[in-house]
């Protein structure tokens, strides 16, 4: 089937890890060789001479899910490093006014000066920069821009900021690809709709001849409706034990308390508190009172998650080594045969566990840390933004993992942005400027309620 990308329009993309998404794209923006068939830019076949810098001049952006800025440079140097055009005596401030500018466009009330270190943002601010890097225009211009999971990171506000500017691109003639795990942002934002399996589209329509439940069978999985389950979230609070206590570093915050078998959300806009309390929990840090051993799934996989020199199943299986020890031995077979069947019961996408984790997809090596976890002896899982680029399949297969486990005793800590997944918590708690400012039970969690928390501090 032959992809057109037409002026003026949003084209998703949707389908499941190694779908073969993210591949196409990197084929359009010269980072990967075509096997067959051709490319074709305003009817002129670049084919045979596609390379990233050849894919820049015609106009294409990319902003890969696996983020490309260099950690040791700035803000503007890195803006400089896309748009070579940018020289001569006073090139550090022209590079600044630019992402600067580009910045305030697509993300208003960002707060990400120009001259800080890529290395002291955090994830939500390093897609911002890498997302606004892309929009911004100096003597190319940016004709094709694909945002390959752009939101995963962002909170509620930040996504519908950029989302607004995604619209505003397309009506001005740009031509925008998304790919996206969030049906809800796709069925909202696009004009076009291709769904991806096995490397091949397998549907292709206007946004509107979808919803949520016939996009996700094209893609080839089951719709599962979140079950209510206040009655048995309250009794967990009532009878259970306290295994987890912690108080945030900000001043006037409420406790946070997690009972065995609960699972407790950490809401509220990225960057306020949840992820410094969630390291804090796995340190044992002071203010904290932790009752079991923690496993963490990290959601920034690249810098606290996977151990990129190593295989899928040294990967999986480090949590969990004392059970391989024979002695003063370590049982290599068993570690393997334990990988293995990880990798069938979470669905890594994987011919063989032996591969290096760099040649999984992102959504695939996220599965990775989640196997880690979940396979651990560890009775306190928690859990930082981890559905990062995981398909709605296996997300739903995720959620019931975290059910089964909950109710065997795991109790587990989980910051999401996504307001979806909320739904699966027993209880929530929202963050504000360091400090707990809403204490919600699940029979009174809803979404404006979370969002009016997030903004001032009360309920």
Known sequence: ??????????????????????????????????????????????????????????????????????????????ARISHPSISGIGWRGDARRLIGDKLDEVFP?????????????????????????????????????????????????AAKKLLDHVRSYVRSGGTCVLISHLLGEVLDTSDRIAVMRDGGIVALDRASAFDRNSLVKAMGSVVEAVTDRAAEAAAVRDTAPVVVQATPGASRSSVLAAHRGEVVGLAGLSGQGQTELLVRVFDRAPGTTVDGEVALVAGDRQIDGIFPLWSIAENISIGSLRTFLKGMFLDRAAARDFADSWRDRIGIRTPNVDNSILSLSGGN???????????????????DDPMRGVDIGTKQEVYEMIREEAAKGRTFLWYTTEMDELRNCDHVYVFREGAIVADLRRSDMSEERVLRASFRADA
Do not use: W, Y
């Open 365 to 383: 090596q996220q599965k990775a840390l989640f196997a880690r976890a979940l396979a651990s002896p560890a009775q306190i899982i928690v859990m």
């Open 109 to 157: 009330g960002h707060g990400i000066p120009a001259d800080d270190m890529v290395s002291d943002l955090s994830i939500a601010r390093r897609q911002m920069v890498e997302i606004a890097r892309a929009f911004a225009v100096t003597t190319a211009e940016a004709r094709v821009v694909i945002l390959d999971e752009p939101t995963s990171s962002l909170d509620t506000v």
């Open 1 to 78: 089937m032959t992809l057109e990308l037409h002026p003026g329009e949003c084209l998703s993309l949707v389908g499941h890890n190694g779908a073969g998404k993210s591949t196409l794209m990197n084929v359009l923006s010269g980072n990967l060789a075509p096997d067959k068939g051709r490319i074709e830019v305003a009817g002129v076949d670049i084919t045979g001479c596609l390379t990233p810098q050849n894919a820049t001049a015609h106009g294409v952006r990319c902003v890969f899910q696996e983020l490309s800025l260099c950690p040791n440079l700035t803000v503007a140097e890195n």
